[in-house]
């Protein structure tokens, strides 16, 4: 049998994918834990659904194709003390307005019109924004300790990235145990606080529905047909050219995970081409890593939700400052297929600043970038 005919596996466990897996840690962590304080979650209900979409998505796609919270949701909830009662029915609202646009085939209409240099620069600004994030906040939040922490795992993503035996996710991850453990890592707190805790049944009223899709959902649905969808969609042509998802599929697993999971007290979440890079980027090429990454959070709600904070530490926020980084980096390097024409780099640089730097960016900078590019196409320009 020719090697070229024998497809890769769908789902593979190894020190590849167990890397990859913490590739999207640095952005979930953060929300997650933002909206269960800022909400009042039931930290349990919300890290064993989380974590058991991760699982069911890494079976259905067979790639790395994570789960994430929803960005525009998350920072809404936590800036506005929010209540879960109005989380959870903007998950319901969000989950069924996709629903809808996913069967009438708008999203697949959206996918076909709006040009590749438009999405390039959607995930260029989804990139800029993240390694703002990473360099701003995250990598100075332990003062100079953290400035050197993340100094030390930045050399060591780069002396071992692309190396096949040492996978450098694996040794970062253990750099932030270390330092966790040094600076004082209280693990009788955690063993004291381990005990099994299941998920709450959540019964959303109509009017939760109705003030979360007013307050959150309309203000998520253009990050998420954007960046969740058409740019997923492409994100997963550029890196598994022999997969075939249509934005279709991604458009129903997102809405059936939103229709699904506030029942049982899961927050909001969409599939995103950020984490399916840094999954990738860590080292991930199958459902594996996202399975992996979904067990770990269906482990820490079973058992260690109570001592929640201190578990955290393990994952000091310099570390997921690289994290974020180097996730970054590999969506912002998908704009070098644009180079060919400088008409088509300038949309995606243009597309990309717009969506970094404006409110409501990503579709000001998608719909900027259409009517430019259909504008030149129309009227000839030079």
Known sequence: MNSLDVRPPRVR???HELAGSFGDIGTDVPLIVGMILAAGLHSASVFIVFGALQ???????GLPMPM???KAM?????SRQLPADVLLGGGLSIGAVMLALTLTGGLTWLSRVIPVCVVRGIQLGLGLALAQLALTNYIPA???AGYVLGACGVFLMIMLWGNRRVPPGLLLIALGVIYAVVAGLDVRAIHHGIGIRLPAVHVPSWSDIWTGFLMLALPQLPLSISNSVI???????DLFPTRQVSPRMIGLTFSLANLAAPWLGGIPVCHGCGGLAGHYAFGARTGGSVIIYGMAYVLLGLLFSGPLHEVLKVFPQPILGVVLLFESLALMRLIADQAHSPRALSIALLVGVVACAVPHGFIVGMALGVLIFYGVKRFGCA
């Open 13 to 15: 466990f190894d020190r």
């Open 55 to 61: 699982i069911i998505m890494g079976i259905v796609y």
């Open 68 to 70: 994430q919270p929803l």
């Open 74 to 78: 998350a920072v809404l909830v936590i």
């Open 142 to 144: 332990a003062g100079a």
């Open 231 to 237: 740019a997923t969609h492409q994100t997963i042509k």
